[in-house]
């Protein structure tokens, strides 16, 4: 069967081929008669539209944007923030009339997403920009957001107040009587130590304000507290072990980087006879669906994801038209507290 055009539908109804184009591409300028005139016969024919390689190329606008998460999209689902952020973000550009695809670093046959992908622009979620998808992405010279990550010169950053968020958990702690304290954090390879310049210079800048709020009030009150982490970006082996180990002898209180974090210090102490609150005090960050949802339900920092979400699309469509670069946000951050602290016994 002869490939179908923009031509034969054309020479089917009697038009020229720009009429046709103009019927999918600038409705607006034909009379509604004619453009349903021409759109029976496109389906008579079996035409779907345009290729929209070509479309995206005679418009400059491809209809997609970007997002690089931290973790590889299967990981990266699991965590009911990120999911939440997607979901916020996706919203916000459906309703601009974009869609969203997931970019990762990897290259399979020679093609990098981040690199070869058709797209307006991108937002980067929580990723260093050592991360080959980001290098990529800011080689492209598209406008490109970033979220809770470095900022890129010259690109707005939506961010946390997380130095006051994680002051304020701290305080909470502090303010119930605890002073055996370990911080649960990602970035920063720490077996159960007290703070140093050389535990803490790995902490990605993320990490670096949480842990930079809770040492903050922590100092303040005289208290120096115990660090478990991992080099890694989130809960591996590493981590699972060395909370296991701090378990073993633990302290009254627990302040974690994440809710995921903090449900797995409840995990194990569970499985070692620590009863929280009544031993142990655990507080998250991030306020996900699931903290409250746990047994005990879980103290935790709160974010306002949606709100997260739509901040960094709405300033990404901005930089799409064209206008002014927005200027970076940092939103704030409160405590909430649940069943999972309480005075130590």
């Known amino acids: 069967m002869a490939r179908v055009t923009l031509q034969t539908i054309a020479e089917h109804v009697g038009v020229s081929r720009m009429t046709?184009?103009?019927?999918f591409s600038r409705p607006d300028q034909l009379s509604a008669d004619l453009r349903t005139r021409i759109m029976d016969a496109a389906q008579a024919l079996g035409y779907s539209g345009p290729d929209p390689a070509a479309r995206a190329l005679a418009s400059g606008r491809t209809g997609v944007v970007g997002m690089v998460l931290t973790n590889s999209p299967r990981d990266a689902f699991t965590d009911e923030v990120a999911v939440g952020f997607v979901r916020a973000?996706?919203?916000?550009?459906?309703?601009?009339?974009?869609?969203l695809v997931l970019l990762h670093s990897s290259s399979h046959d020679g093609v990098v997403p981040a690199r070869d992908v058709?797209?307006?622009?991108?937002?980067?979620?929580?990723?260093?920009?050592?991360?080959?998808?980001?290098?990529?992405?800011?080689?492209?010279?598209?406008?490109?957001?970033?979220v809770e990550g470095a900022p890129i010169p010259g690109m707005p950053s939506i961010s946390l107040d997380n130095s006051t968020g994680a002051h304020e958990a701290a305080q909470h702690l502090i303010d119930l009587g605890h002073s055996d304290i370990a911080l649960v954090v990602p970035t920063v390879d720490a077996d159960d130590e007290p703070p140093s310049e050389s535990v803490l210079a790995s902490a990605t800048s993320t990490t670096a304000e949480r842990l930079g709020g809770w040492i903050r009030a922590l100092?303040?009150?005289?208290?120096?507290?115990?660090?478990?982490?991992?080099?890694?970006?989130a809960i591996d082996e590493i981590l699972k072990t060395r909370i296991g180990r701090m378990l073993d002898a633990p302290p009254t209180a627990v302040l974690a980087w994440s809710d995921l974090a903090a449900l797995e210090v409840i995990e194990q102490a569970r499985a070692r006879s620590i009863r929280v609150p009544e031993d142990l005090s655990v507080v998250g960050f991030d306020d996900s669906p699931l903290a409250a949802r746990v047994s005990p339900a879980l103290t935790t920092v709160r974010q306002d994801i949606d709100a997260k979400g739509e901040a960094a699309a709405a300033a990404l469509l901005t930089m799409m038209?064209?206008?002014?670069?927005?200027?970076?946000?940092?939103?704030?951050?409160?405590?909430?507290?649940?069943?999972?602290?309480?005075?130590?016994?």
């Open 118 to 146: 058709a797209m307006d622009g991108a937002i980067i979620y929580s990723c260093t920009p050592r991360t080959k998808a980001v290098t990529a992405l800011t080689e492209r010279r598209l406008p490109v957001v970033t």
């Open 219 to 233: 100092t303040e009150s005289g208290i120096v507290p115990r660090i478990v982490g991992t080099p890694g970006l």
């Open 20 to 23: 046709v184009s103009n019927a």
């Open 321 to 345: 038209r064209n206008e002014p670069t927005p200027g970076s946000q940092v939103l704030t951050t409160g405590l909430v507290i649940r069943e999972s602290t309480r005075s130590p016994s």
């Open 89 to 99: 973000v996706a919203g916000s550009l459906a309703d601009a009339g974009y869609s």
